[in-house]
Structure formats: C-alpha cells, structure tokens
C-alpha cells in the first residue's frame, strides 16, 4: 500500500502542468523528479525572469562530414581549414528558424522590441514575468533548491510549443532541465605528486599513488645523452632515440605554437629550470611558457606548491619543441582550480576563452556554460582569489596543437553536455586544431568510488567504465607505454602497481556508451574484434549508458573505441618541488605526441603548408608511420581488460610514433 501511495505521489509530482490548446505540441517534460533539486514554492506572477529559447543549430549533422572533407588525406580539401566566420556562418541557425520564432513570440505579446539575439544567433532571449511565461509555455513555474550547494533555479515539469514552431527550437530556459550528478573533482591522469586534485583521496580510497624517487646516477653516464638505463629512468634523450626525433636545426617557424593546458596544478620555474639544467642544457635557464590566464587562472607558483602535472608537461614537451613557443592555458581562478567550490564539468570556461560563440552556443539541450555544472564568473564567492571580471569569451587565440592531460569518466557528465563540447573539438578542428588528450590510468576501469567502489559501472560494479571527453571522436586520445626490461627502445603497454598491489597504473581504453564508432576507425576496430576475440559478453547502445539495456555485457561493441594512439608513459625522469623523481601516466604520453606534431607542423608551416589539423583519419589510413604495440593489456573491473594486439587496439590505438616516418607522410600531404 505505501509503495502504490509513492508512486502515486511521484506521478502527481512529474504531471502537475496546466493543460494546452490543440495548437500546441508538449516539448519537454521531466520523467522523473529531479534527486538533486528540491521543488520549492509556486513563483510569484510578477517576477521577472530571463527566458531563452535556444534556436536549432542547422547543418550539425554534417560536422563529421566537414572535418573528414579537410582531414582525409584522400581529400582535395586536405588542410584547407576554415576561418572562424566561416564555422559560425556554417552552423549559426537558419533565417527561417529565426523569423518563425520571433513571429510566435511576437503574435503571444512579446513586444519585437524586447527580444535579443546571441552573436552566433543561437538563441533568442528576453525578460517577462512568470504569469507571461507561464501563459506563453502552458506551464506552471517553480522555485527549486539544489540540496547540496543550496543553489536557487526556476523550473518546470513540462512544458508546450506551438506545433509550427517546434522544429525550430532546441529547448527552452527556465524548463525542465536539472543537474542528477554528485559531486566530484576533475581528474588529472598521471601518478606521482599532485595528480589527484586537492580533497580527491580520503577515506575509502587509499591514498594516492606512491611517487617513485629517482634512483642514484649510474657512474660516468652523462643523463643528457645516456642510453644504457631508458628501461628504468627515461629520459629526454630516450624519448628522442625510440621516437626518432632530431635535434632541432632552424628557428621556429613564426606563430606556429604548443599549447597545455592545466587546470588545479601549477608549474614551477624552479623546477623547470633544474630540469634543463640537468637533462637539456642546451635549453636556457628561465626559458617558460607565454601564459593565457583564463577566468583569473594564477601561473607559476613558488617551488614547494608546484604541481605535479604541470611540471611533467613542460618537461616533457620543451625538449621536443624547443625552440618553438608554448603557451600555457592555465584555466580558472584559484577558488575553482583549488577546489574550494568544488564544480562537476569539465572545459568549458577554457572552451570559452578559444572560440567566443561557445559562450552562447546551443546544442543538445544546453546553452552556455551550465550553471550547476561550471565556474560562474564574476566569481560571486568573497575567497581569497575570486575573479570578479566577466567570463572570457573568444578573448585567446587556439594554437596549433593543443594537448590536455585531464578527464573524467563518461558517466559523470551528461551526454548532452559532453555532445555540446564534442562538436566544440569538431569546430576547432575544422580550424586546423589539433587536440591530444591523456586516455586515463585505471585500465578498462574508472576511478576507484566513482559510480562503485572499483570504478566500474552496472548494479555488479563489472561493466567497463569509458573516460571523457576521450569519448569523442574529434580529439586525438593518447594511451600509455613502458620500455621493456633489458632494452632502450621496445614498448610495451603500460602497467605497474603501487602500494603493495592495492592500486594499479594502467594505460585506459576501451568504448564509449555515447558516440558510435566514426567511419575513419570503423575497419580497424572490426579487425581488431576479428584478430582479439574479446571474449567478454557486451552490448550495443548509443546516447550514454543505461544499466537495464546492457543485460550481462560488460562492454559496448558499437562505440568509439579509446585511444587513438600511444607514447611512452612511465619512470620519466622530471623535477618537481625542487626533487629529482620519477613520474608517468597517460598524462605524460599526450605532451610527447603533441610535441611531435607541433614540430611536424613547423615543417609543413616552412614549406608553404598549412598545420595537420585533425590527424586522425590520416593516422588510420596510413598506421606504418607508428610503432605497433602488441604486449600488454589493462586490467580492471575483475578482468584482464583488452589484449593489445596487431593493429589497432583499445589499450595503444594504433601505436607509438615515429617522427622519421610520420613527418615524410605529412609532408607528403598537400
């Protein structure tokens, strides 16, 4: 009897709107009653609220198409990449949508003289009160309490569109759409000091990976040219002699720039500078990166706060490109970055800051930067370090590659948030962007705690538990190698465990449950399906994870499948907060590839060319020009993971680089 009252009283709640005219179509409705939002009272009929009805991009189902027409290296319009007007003008929504909206609004009362377009007419917005936005939407208006924040939000539980206007509009604000996730902190991919952000290791999840020291120098070895020892501490000229990288002999080509991005860690001149003592004196001391401070990002810091990630990216990075610039996207102000208010998104302010239209852009149901998800800016917190200056819209400028050694798992965001984002990637590359990001270091898992106690997802905790925004497939997802024992140049997958065998490195990979396969990867994915034979049940779905639809498969056999490519990511030798250590992760592999294309550019850059853009299709139609790695798996969830194997794989992708065999091919290219 209780349960038929509770579910009588959940009916009642996701049911309570006001009826509408025939005219009209129900647009959005909420299923279920929000778990993070508690509705309020009634909003009063007199007050003034923002309305946005985010108008239907057009053409975003031909985005793929686009960036396959300038990144196929069997196009002829290989590498002639768009301007920005040129994507904004491609997507922007039609005049039609727009008329016909402003028409509706127009005919319900709506003074013509009240509506605001954005910039990239992604949406129409005005004031009204809510007794004329409950009149214009058959809808009912509530106040809502975040129970966790105590965030205040106006909301519905449905609400109505004219039918002859419903095509033309994506969603609208306030509405019915709410935030379902808990709170956590972004997650930086790599082991050693500072790579699991302030707050993320407590009770219940073991303490963070043991840091390794740097063993004691081999007598009368030089470390800047020492080979003898690569399979124990790896070093700049290790990673030249396996990949094949020569020492620079020009000036960098003008304007052809890295960038890193950070978020939560800050770098050290100290240590840099001790590190190009010690491993690349031909580097000169003081040598550090041009620094777009996003949202009043704070850069560098004094030695003994330096953070582990930034410090292993500009370590890994300069002895590649050098002397060619890095800039350094430190992003959020220090309330943020430092977790004093903790936020669950991911990219979006540093989005923001690259391509001013993403600030207002609408898709998949969202418009912007999500209130419950992102910074908001001015920072309305009174801590030490608030940026009170508005967001940053379009005010940098994108370098050529761009590497990101951060992410969360797939589950953690919505998928319409992490769509949003993905065609944001999509855009840059149509601009000749190219974008590398770090797969992750749990193997086939998450994050211990993250959904259940072993980080992997489904009511068993065994289904495998994909990383974001590797999901997508317009980024370049970069896995982990080590060098065997007894060499000093063959790889295999990475792996190592700490702490007694209670927590474990490995390279991450697996399927995305959002994105299906792309057609660039969709023949090197079935061979390896043929080749491996995973013998592990799986299921099929797209849109994001939903544990009733998986039955007892513990993978998805039609997504995209993670990383692209890999590079070594273990026992590199760096310093941070002053000390010689050793470090590793996929965080280290994504600087060292994206070093590699950034020199590959500088000649394609000096030749009249323009940069490679979007690698990816070119990468799987030509795999020679990587080192194949066919060793090693990455446990997690209670299995042994995937298998590498000939080919393509879900633990290294395609392989390792080879920069001898990748810049002829690049160069080969128009």
Known sequence: MKL???????????????????SHNLHEKRHIPSQTWIKRDRVSSDALLPIKIGLKQQNLHKGYDY???VSDPSSSNYAKHWTPAEVNAAFSPHHDTVQAVKEWLVSAGIAAERLAQSTNKGWVSFHATAKEAENLLHTELYEHEHVSNGRWAVGCDAYHVPKKVQEHIDYVTPGVKTSMLKKRTLRKRGFGPGHWGPGQWGPGHGGPPVMKPHPPPMPGHNPTTNLSNCDNVVTPACIANIYHIPEPNH?????????????????????????FANYTPQIPQGTHPTLDAIDGAVAPVPVKQAGGESDLDFQLAYPIVYPIEIVLYQVDDPV???????????????????????????????????????????????????????????????????????????????????????????????????????????GVAGVAGDQNPNGCLGPNATVFNPTNPNSCPYVTNVGATTIVNGTNNQETAAWEYFRNGTSLYTSSGGFSNIYPIPAYQQAAVQRYFQIAKPSYPYYEMLGGFNASKAGNGIYNRIGHGIPDVAAIGQNLAIYNKGKSILEGGTSASSPIFAAIITRINDERLRIGKKPVGFVNPTLYAHPYVLNDITNGTNPGCGTPGFSASVGWDPVTGLGSPDYGRMLGLFLSLP
């Open 336 to 442: 943020y970055a430092n977790y004093e208010v903790p936020t669950q998104g991911f990219g979006n302010t540093f989005l923001d800051a690259l391509d001013g239209s993403y600030c207002t852009y609408t898709a998949f149901g969202e418009t912007g930067n999500d209130p419950t998800l992102d910074p908001i800016y001015p920072d309305p917190s009174n801590l030490t370090g608030a940026y009170k200056g508005p967001l940053m819209c379009g005010t940098y400028k994108p370098t050529n590659v761009i590497s990101i050694s951060y992410g969360e798992q797939e589950i953690d965001l919505p998928a319409g948030y992490q769509e949003r984002q993905c065609n944001e990637f999509m855009k840059l590359g149509l601009q000749g962007v190219s974008i590398f990001v770090a797969s992750g270091d749990t």
């Open 67 to 69: 960036l396959l027409d």
């Open 251 to 275: 000036s960098a080509y003008p304007g052809n720039q890295m960038g890193i991005f950070e978020n939560g860690d800050t770098y050290a001149q100290a240590d840099l500078d001790l590190f």
């Open 4 to 22: 038929y009252i509770a579910i009588i009283a959940v009916l009642a709640a996701i049911s309570e709107t006001r009826p509408a005219p025939v």
